[in-house]
């Protein structure tokens, strides 16, 4: 009874229904269907897993060994020896790998086959049903991974001769091989395909990468929030934010271009490709004078030559919209404009934004004898608060992705999950900042003033002294927002991010079950919440004993 006692009674209730959820699974062929839909699980899932599960060994106790080896060093003879204890782990599960490539090509041909693109890579072979790798690929991934653990091994071998080794050689040489280890780990276990668990990988990675950059930002916006106006802040501000108004003027008056709108609205209208998204808006609501703000179709136009063509040859096509010097002669002009070309008019807006937002933080800040980046923060957290998540993740999903594209030409063109991540990021780094803001405040005045005294700077204070008692305060808290991201992450559905709710989405349309896929993501949902906050409980429970 006693060991009862200290299960958790959320948990107590699930392990009561546990039996009755594995007795819905298994004799349910609908619930066992979905609920390999919702996990993930794709076709050759079993030899894939295994071949993870020795990669991931090999990684894991590798690291383990470099790492314990590294800080034990004039530790104990038994923390020593317990700190080798991987090694024979890691030679034996290395020698299989080696021994039997087999077992871990099915994993590693996966792996590598979705980290292409599908769509347009040259090394798939899409003459059947089902997209494969051709052979000689399939060769050269088992030949580069034999390589890959043939110079593993060599390492490793070099990192048990340095253990003989004296200087910094030997403490080089474990370094280089913790990072390494480390990085085939971190590409296991959040790069990697999982072929047998993909919904589960990706709502797991977006939570954590997420929480990883909230937090991030989160301290940002309370470091900001701590700056501290002195007597030339105001003056250096201000002129900062007039220069970049200056810049702005400069690029708004720069030279128009004229574009003239000629033959009719009767079909469509031909717009020059790269003519500016208002003036094609102003065209397709009929905004010009003649329009009758009636909407009118458009089509895209390689260039005013091929526009004014497309009058003649397409039936479709009555008009065009292009510049003032090309060949119009014989066609009505019914409306003429001139406006900035986008590689003036983006910097334009650019600047002046920034320019009056920087304007606008230093007034204020002057009023209340604060940083303009203080009050900038606090501005951005109290207004993220107030906006629903998926709003952000739309926003942050779709038009600034799309226009953080055209900014740059296509060189950034974020994927789902990346913008995903992004977006519930910013998002949760304003109650971050809270949390991390109340944590700090709680920190007695003195403590502050007593690392100064002892010459520490204000960012050795802050990382020393408040921020490990501070993260000791709000881990709580910290806990409760990575549960939410969790269940946050569902939104991404909403990007065709394939997680666990949009597999649940996908499975339910293609099976037309009313019930079944729900349920069944309902409940993997909260047995993963409710394993979340256990081990959160039990990291609360351990802060607490180190503070005792």
């Known amino acids: 009874m006693s060991r009862l006692s200290s299960i958790r009674p959320s948990n107590l209730v699930l392990l009561a229904a546990a039996p009755f959820i594995v007795y819905l699974f298994a004799s349910s062929p609908k619930y066992l269907r979905s609920l390999y839909a919702i996990i993930g699980i794709g076709e050759n899932a079993g030899p894939i897993f295994a071949g993870f599960l020795i990669l991931l060994a090999v990684a894991a106790l590798g690291y383990l060994c470099a790492r314990n080896a590294r800080f034990a060093e004039g530790a104990p003879a038994w923390l020593r020896v317990a700190a080798w204890a991987a090694l024979p782990a890691a030679l034996i599960a290395l020698t299989l790998a080696i021994l039997a490539p087999q077992v871990l090509m099915p994993f590693a041909e996966s792996a590598f086959f979705h980290s292409l693109d599908e769509n347009t890579s040259k090394l798939i072979d899409r003459s059947s049903q089902d997209w494969v790798l051709f052979p000689e690929v399939v060769g050269q991934v088992q ?94 501000y201000g002129s900062v934010s007039l220069a970049l108004l200056a810049i702005s003027t400069f690029f708004f008056m720069q030279p128009q271009v004229s574009y003239v709108l000629v033959g009719s609205t009767e079909a469509r209208i031909a717009i020059v490709r790269g003519t500016p998204q208002a003036q094609a808006d102003i065209i397709r609501f009929g905004e010009f004078d003649g329009g009758e703000d009636r909407q009118i179709k458009i089509r895209s136009a390689t260039d005013a030559a091929t526009a004014l063509e497309q009058i003649e040859s397409i039936d479709s096509v009555s008009g065009a919209f292009v510049p003032v010097d090309a060949h119009t002669q014989g066609y009505p002009v019914l409306w003429q404009t001139s406006f900035l070309p986008d590689e003036s008019r983006n910097p334009a807006l650019a600047f002046a934004v920034f320019g009056f937002l920087l304007l606008i933080l230093t007034v204020g800040g002057a009023q209340h004898k604060l940083h303009p980046l203080a009050v900038g923060s606090e501005f951005f957290v109290d207004t993220i608060r107030g906006i629903p998540m998926l709003v952000i993740i739309l926003y942050i999903g779709l038009p600034l992705a799309g226009a953080v594209k055209d900014a740059t030409g296509g060189g950034i063109d974020m994927t789902n999950m990346t913008r995903g991540i992004i977006a519930i990021s910013v998002g949760y780094s304003a109650y971050m900042a809270e949390i991390f803001r109340s944590g700090i405040e709680a920190i007695p005045r003195g403590q502050i003033e007593a690392g100064g005294s002892l010459g520490l700077s204000r960012w050795q204070t802050a990382r020393l002294i ?47 079950l009313p019930f079944a896929p729900f349920n069944t993501a309902a409940i993997f949902y909260v047995v993963i919440t409710l394993g979340c906050a256990s081990f959160l409980k039990w990291i609360e429970r351990r802060t607490a004993k180190e503070d005792r």
Do not use: C
Not at 503 to 510: P, S, V
């Open 143 to 236: 030949t580069g991974l034999q390589t890959a653990l043939g110079g593993y091994t060599a390492l490793l071998a070099v990192f048990v001769v340095s253990t003989r080794m004296f200087g910094p050689a030997r403490r080089y040489l474990r370094i280089g091989f913790e990072i390494l280890s480390g990085a085939a780990l971190f590409y296991l276990l959040f790069m990697a395909h999982w072929q047998f668990a993909a919904g589960v990988a990706i709502t797991f990675r977006a939570a954590i990468f997420a929480y990883i950059f909230s937090a991030i930002l989160g301290l940002i916006w309370v470091g900001l929030q701590s700056f501290r106006a002195k007597a030339r802040t105001t003056v250096v």
């Open 466 to 512: 408040i921020l490990p008692q501070a993260l000791r305060i709000v881990t709580p808290p910290l806990g409760n927002e990575f549960i939410a991201m969790i269940k946050d992450t569902s939104l991404l559905s909403i990007l065709s991010v394939r997680d666990m709710t949009q597999r649940m989405r996908e499975f339910q349309a293609a099976s037309f």
